[in-house]
Antibody
Framework: QVQLQESGPGLVKPSDTLSLTCTVSGASINGYYWSWIRQPPGKGLEWIGY???????HYNPSLASRVTISVDTSKNQFSLKLSSVTAADTAVYYC?????????WGQGTLVTVSS | EVVMTQSPATLSVSPGERATLSCRASQNINGNLAWYHHKPGQAPRLLIS???TRASGIPARFSVSGSGTEFTLTISSLQSEDFAIYYC?????????FGQGTKVEIK
């Protein structure tokens, strides 16, 4: 059974870089697309982007200037970096297997941007 | 960006009854629509993609109809585990976009 687990700091200061990792168990990173999606408090889901196991990426244009998604096949993990964060980036961040319709999701991790 | 609008925001239904959820796209999405089930604090779960293809393990009481810009998710007989928030998502245009969700609550 595929399981995904997001990890990273729950609190990030404004203008810093948000960094999250998604650890995949029960399946190999190889051969799949891996996605990041977020949900600000009280708002809807927002697609951030995806990475293919080969390393190719595709980002939401609204975030593309600040986002980097990468994959580490040796660790069976993939990661999200979002630079120059503001309070508007406060959200529950989810990782998922597959794009554009992830069939498996992590439970999500809340990241708060505050000084 | 394609805007997805779901209605109603909240649907109160008794167990065993039918639930009908609507999703409207701001432009034709050629059937490239998915539905997800989400209980807060848990991982969202893919129910249906390609407008009508149920994901693995999803029971037949979940069905989708519609085309173009108007779609409906029907749950034929609500079970206790079905009370949750449901999101529709279009993936015909980049970026994929989601509706605001419909909360199905126990009446």
């Amino acid at each position: 059974q595929v399981q995904l687990q997001e990890s990273g700091p729950g609190l990030v200061k404004p203008s810093d870089t948000l960094s999250l990792t998604c650890t995949v168990s029960g399946a190999s990173i190889n051969g799949y697309y891996w996605s990041w999606i977020r949900q600000p408090p009280g708002k809807g889901l927002e697609w951030i982007g995806y990475v293919y196991y080969s390393g190719s990426t595709h980002y939401n244009p609204s975030l593309a200037s600040r986002v980097t998604i990468s994959v580490d096949t040796s660790k069976n993990q993939f990661s999200l970096k979002l630079s120059s964060v503001t309070a508007a980036d406060t959200a529950v961040y989810y990782c998922g297997r597959g794009s554009p319709t992830p069939g498996n999701w992590g439970q999500g991790t809340l990241v708060t941007v505050s000084s | 960006e394609v805007v997805m609008t779901q209605s109603p925001a909240t649907l109160s239904v008794s167990p065993g009854e039918r639930a009908t959820l609507s999703c409207r796209a701001s432009q034709n999405i050629n059937g490239n629509l998915a539905w997800y089930h989400h209980k807060p604090g848990q991982a969202p779960r893919l129910l249906i993609s390609g407008a009508s293809t149920r994901a693995s393990g999803i029971p037949a009481r979940f069905s989708v109809s519609g085309s173009g810009t108007e779609f409906t998710l029907t749950i034929s007989s609500l079970q206790s585990e079905d009370f949750a928030i449901y999101y529709c998502q279009q993936y015909n245009n980049w970026p994929p976009t989601f509706g605001q969700g419909t909360k199905v609550e126990i009446k």
